[in-house]
């Protein structure tokens, strides 16, 4: 559920909700070009338990219907697990809002719902503490950290991906420590890692396993190249969020 970073224009004149009435400092990309961000609407506590349930629902169809291993929940990058996580887009004075614990809530709620469909073993979530992205800042990102690794841990979930930084360079720290140390299951990490710092990172014990995005889709033979230690496409940024194929099928694969 991307919450505010859903544009009307994108979901057939939906209004946008979120934890918070407050906007996205920037442009939302559409079929018409960039526009302007939305104000979405809070959400009413009585509408939470829907919208939690259609997660549930979605994870149980994915893997009993679509035949996945599991599913993996976007609490990351500025979306609306997100939005309810981070003292910038949650200024709630309610159950879900006004202190750390109370907005970690909507993430409780939502974990036991989903695993209560497809198995705590099934499930994995991404976390994105430090990311500005999507406009998205935390007056505390290491406790924030902190929490939801715990609320993993009491979940045995899978495992936790952790997005390690932010792409704007505004929010600093390393918060792969503090899930290392409280999530006890597989610790996958992401963010610009090269292949040799990727496997220094697993070899040292500070993470399980990395994730590669960028690379992966300027480089659809990565695991090959990387095999090969064979140079990586640059991916091309101005193809990013747009219409069709150049920049998304397009990119070669190894000679």
Same mark, same amino acid.
């Given at each position: 559920?991307?919450?505010?970073? @859903?544009?009307?224009?994108?979901? *057939? =004149?939906?209004?946008?909700? %979120? @934890?918070?009435?407050?906007?996205? *400092? =920037?442009?939302?990309?559409? %079929?018409?070009?960039?526009?302007?961000?939305?104000?979405?609407?809070?959400?009413?506590?009585?509408?939470?338990p829907t919208i939690i349930q259609s997660f549930a629902t979605a994870a149980k169809n994915a893997v009993e219907v679509a035949g996945f291993d599991g599913v993996e929940i976007h609490g990351a990058n500025g979306f609306l697990v997100d939005q309810f996580l981070r003292s910038s887009t949650n200024t709630r004075m309610d159950g879900y809002g006004g202190s750390l614990q109370k907005r970690t809530r909507f993430l409780r709620e939502l974990l036991v719902a989903v695993t209560a469909a497809v198995g705590a073993e099934k499930v994995g979530i991404r976390f994105s503490p430090l990311n500005g992205y999507n406009d998205m800042h935390d007056n505390d990102p290491m406790a924030l950290s902190m929490a939801v690794a715990k609320i993993a841990q009491d979940f045995s979930l899978a495992y936790v991906h952790v997005v390690r930084g932010d792409e704007l360079h505004e929010q600093k720290g390393n918060v792969l420590p503090v899930f290392r140390e409280h999530f006890k299951n597989v610790l996958v990490a992401n963010m610009h890692y090269s292949k040799d710092e990727a496997n220094a990172a697993i070899a040292a014990g500070e993470i399980d396993a990395v994730a590669f995005g960028l690379d992966f889709l300027a480089n659809p033979d990565l695991p090959a190249r990387?095999?090969?230690?064979?140079?990586?496409?640059?991916?091309?940024?101005?193809?990013?969020?747009?219409?069709?194929?150049?920049?998304?099928?397009?990119?070669?694969?190894?000679?």
């Open positions: 559920h991307a919450g505010r970073a @859903a544009h009307p224009a994108l979901n *057939d =004149g939906a209004e946008a909700v %979120s @934890a918070s009435a407050i906007a996205i *400092d =920037g442009e939302a990309h559409t %079929s018409h070009g960039k526009v302007p961000h939305v104000v979405p609407r809070a959400l009413g506590t009585d509408e939470i990387f095999a090969a230690n064979a140079e990586l496409t640059t991916p091309d940024s101005t193809t990013f969020y747009v219409g069709g194929a150049k920049g998304y099928t397009d990119y070669p694969m190894m000679a």
